[in-house]
């Protein structure tokens, strides 16, 4: 089993995990109501998706 014969330094530890971050969800806006909604999902707020009403919501 090959074995790192050196410790790696700081500067190469961090530039090996400078891709791990984790980044939020997207995050897009519903064309009918206007509220923030994941993208290719239907809509919390209002229930529709691609312009057509798939969840009916009680107006309160």
């Known amino acids: ?6 410790r790696h330094s700081r500067c190469k530890r961090m530039q090996r995990r400078s891709h ?3 980044t939020g969800p ?18 919390p707020n209002c229930g529709t998706y691609k312009g057509r009403t798939v969840i009916k919501k009680e107006e309160v």
């Open 1 to 6: 089993m090959p074995n790192p014969k050196k």
């Open 20 to 22: 791990d971050a984790l």
């Open 26 to 43: 997207a995050i897009s806006t519903c064309p009918q109501c206007g509220e923030p909604k994941r993208p290719h999902y239907v809509c």
